[in-house]
């Protein structure tokens, strides 16, 4: 497999640092709970990220510190009217969960989370891609817990 863009799907033109697959898993995390998907890794939080709209499908560039924000309320042009978002996106919160049924599972816990995280560190350090990809997948592959897996990563690394 190829070095360069091995981990793209999870983060893009990012290393696997400890700080920036926190960032991912929170981000992750929070476009599964407004109903948004990543379309490709992400990429920091204002830079243009590639994502789809799950209430209608539409397909656009984002910047993740305004979706964050739950900005532009309006999502964008030609979504669900207004009066239908709110009333979904409950609907949405009520499926997800917290508890992984994937077949290969992620890391819903802070001390998986941690763990996992630095294996991928010495992973992608020994050139173990296969292996590192693996990991990158527990940690921001999408999940239904994706939500508990965010505040997990926060709990294992905290800002300061
Ligand atoms: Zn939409
Ligand atoms: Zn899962």
Known sequence: MAESGYLDQYLHELPPSTRNVTSAAMAVARLSELDWAPRG???????????RCLLCGW??????????RARPKGRHAGCVPASEIADRLDQLRQGL??????????????????????????????????????LAESLMGSCPAAGRRGRAAQRAFPRT
């Not at 397909?59 to 964050?68: A, D, I, N, P």
């Not at 294996?119 to 020994?126: K, Q």
């Open 59 to 68: 397909e656009g560039l984002r910047f993740y510190s305004h979706l964050r």
């Open 41 to 51: 890794g992400y990429p920091g939080s204002d830079v243009l990220w590639p994502v």
């Open 97 to 134: 969960t917290g508890t992984c049924p994937c077949e290969q599972p992620h890391a819903v816990t802070a001390e998986a989370f941690q763990e996992t995280a630095l294996l991928l560190g010495s992973a992608h350090a020994d050139e173990a891609w296969d292996q590192a990809l693996a």
